[in-house]
């Protein structure tokens, strides 16, 4: 089976020609994934951001049992039905308030494609065309599609190679400001400067919230998005907020930008949305948006995927969600965030370490140099723990429900190898 694997089948981000090494699962339940050759391993990243119930979760298996009796799919041009109806209503009710309207598609980057839509079509339905490019910030992550991939961080985005058929839009410098810094009004100079200068000709501003994902695991000030959000308002430019992955309770509080105090004219939301059991995102927006795309030309908002809500998706989704809000997630976030800050801290002030950084249910420990990929995950593999660095980072995103012998099993095992790579 590996041999196969490693001869016809694409792995995320790796080459064809030296694939890095892959552990085969058979089964998951809980916090623990069982390779094939018996080792069970705590899981410490919940399938990128997404498994924060676990794994093999009885709700959750009965959600889409009982709805593959009903049906497993239909199209939902000209259908609809009682899981995409009901999983809408929960979304509207637990997103800041004025997002009235859902859009369901297939993955995060096709939310955030859909909401780079959504904003380029209001403009056009207010009679400006002339408004239809983004303004992000460097450092950040949005997904692999080309639109997506557009606003991703030029650099770690590889924009270089992809020159031609990426459109060009306009980066501000990475937010500077740490999450607990003291507000100055400097940190947001440079996209201030730069509305000033093109705000006639930007359509939104784009940015996740709080926590900058696979861009680099950085958290920054609730303020900056609150200044954002002011300054999208006196811009006349929309506000995106991808809560993708900070979504669903990640940073503590339901959705990141809750810290702010704001809500976006957008937001695109996926990952945890169904529990981490099948791929759905969604798009969210105002009555106001809705109406300036409804009044452009032919009224209609241009997207419509094949599995567009897709029941069992949906199905799963409103059992995650109902789940979560029935359970103590917000005491389990804060008393993992306790635990990560207390049992990570012995690597401040390593040599090779440059930061050790923990937000809500997010540890972070950020060396000086990349780590080699496929090493490192050995030694963690050894270790009985699932965790997947890349670049310079050494971090974990435990699901919700872990108990504190299996989380402190994984500080464990990143202090103890990030304190050998020290050595080398
Ligand atoms: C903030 C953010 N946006 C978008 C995406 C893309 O989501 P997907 O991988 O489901 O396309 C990701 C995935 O990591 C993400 O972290």
Sequence with gaps: MLNFDRQHIWHPYTSMKAPLPVFPVVSASGVKIRLADGRELIDGMSSWWAAIHGYNVPELNRAVCEQIEAMSHVMFGGLTHKPAVELAEILISITPEPLTKVFFCDSGSVAVEVAIKMATQYWSGL???????????????????????????????????????????????????????????????????????????????????????????????????????????????????????????????????????????????????????????????????????SSGAGGSFMHGPTFMANPLACSVALASIRLLLSSPWEKRVAAIEARLKDELSPCTGLALVRDVRVLGAIGVIELKQPVDMAAIQKKFVSRGVWLRPFGRLVYTMPPYVIEKDDLSRIAKAMVEVVGETDDV
Aim: hydrophobic content about 40%.
């Design 127 to 293: 009679g400006r065309g002339d408004k239809q490019k983004l303004l992000t910030v460097r450092s950040g992550y949005h997904g692999d599609t080309l639109g997506a991939m557009a606003v991703c961080d030029p650099v770690t985005g590889m924009h270089g190679i992809f020159k031609d058929i990426l459109v060009r839009h306009h980066f501000a410098e990475m937010p500077m400001c740490g999450y607990h810094d003291e507000w100055d009004e400097r940190y947001i100079k440079n996209l201030e400067d730069i509305l000033k200068k093109n705000h006639k000709s930007i359509a939104a501003i784009i940015l996740e919230p709080v926590v900058q994902g696979a861009g680099g695991m950085r958290f920054y000030s609730p303020m900056y998005l609150k200044r954002a959000r002011q300054l999208s308002d006196e811009f006349n430019v929309l506000l995106i907020l991808d809560e993708i992955a900070t979504g669903f309770g990640r940073t503590g509080t339901m959705f990141a930008c809750e810290q702010a105090g704001i809500s976006p004219d957008i937001m695109c939301i996926g990952k945890a949305l169904t529990g981490g059991y099948m791929s759905l995102a969604a798009t969210l927006t105002t009555d106001k948006v809705s109406d300036g795309i």
